[in-house]
């Protein structure tokens, strides 16, 4: 009888530790968690702001990868104030595990660079575990263009990792609602020709097929020139984009450099003058935060909308 009793505890136990595993995809990894991280570290303020919106922040141990490129909001200021920032830019492996962080929520190019420091591999020896984000697998393994869904599923594998399920479903429902209603209501016609200005006065950094700006152009009713540019966030030739003549310029704001300074770099450069998008001073400007996978995409899809058709 003792041992009937013993060999029912063990089976009910074991039943239990199996039922408190999580597995989530990551890029092309399946990533195992015995239970949710209590000391997470997020890199970037996109990510950051996933984070926050699941109501996360008792979770971490602070955050990195903000203040060295760009500056917080007063809505995300509030969200990290009781956060320390750990690194103003991509972390090392060092501070990483100086705070003994358990969890990296990162990408690639967001935090983490291929070949680079700070990668799953090399944090795995020390019990940190990596969740990628969806939208920056493009530079490890083939991946569809960007989507909107990429979004959805980072909020979604986070709510599993941590378990706040419910939460994370309700948010993305939410989201999809949203976003559903807004597009049922909006009138557009042939899609407008929309160019993604980031950065750079001698070539231009933009967004290709694999960068979220990509999917919002397309909610909004527009096609990026660049879609067929089989890169996430890289470098093209000034001569493309008048090639491609773009109606319309969507300015990424962030940095430095300012929106303003942005468009006025391309209003009165002479090579631009017949751009239609110059001749017709059609610019719309995007906070990085919501040009990059987060909570503020839907806002950016509205954003976008209401520059395309609101004439």
Known sequence: MKKTLLTGLALTLSVGIAAAETTVQSCDRVVTFDAPPQRAISNDVNLTEMMLVLG?????????????????????????????????????????????????????????????????????????????????????MDKDKASIEDMYADLLNLGRIFAVEERAENLVEGYRSDLAA??????????????????????????????????????AGGKNIMDDFEKSWATVTWEEVVERNPEVVVIVNYGEVTADQKRAFIM???????????????????????????????????TLAEAFWSE
């Open 182 to 219: 807004f597009k049922q209501d909006l009138k557009t016609a042939e899609p407008l020709r929309v160019f993604v200005y980031d950065s750079g006065e001698d070539t231009p950094f933009t967004a290709g097929r694999y960068a979220m700006p990509t999917a919002l152009i397309e909610a």
């Open 56 to 140: 996360l922040e008792d979770r971490m141990v602070g955050y990195t990868g903000i203040s060295g490129w760009k500056t917080l909001d007063e809505e995300m200021r509030a969200g990290v104030q009781k956060l320390p920032e750990l690194s103003s830019k991509y972390p090392s492996k060092e501070v990483i595990i100086g705070a003994d962080a358990d969890f990296f929520f990162a990408g690639w190019n967001y935090g983490m660079k291929v070949g680079g420091e700070v990668t799953p591999e090399t944090l795995e020896p020390f019990g940190v575990k990596v969740y990628e984000l969806t939208e920056s697998c493009t530079h490890i």
């Open 268 to 302: 009165s450069n002479p090579a631009f003058a017949d751009l239609d998008a110059v001749k017709n001073d059609r610019f719309v400007t995007l906070e990085y935060v919501e040009a990059t996978p987060g909570p503020r995409n839907i806002r950016a899809i509205k």
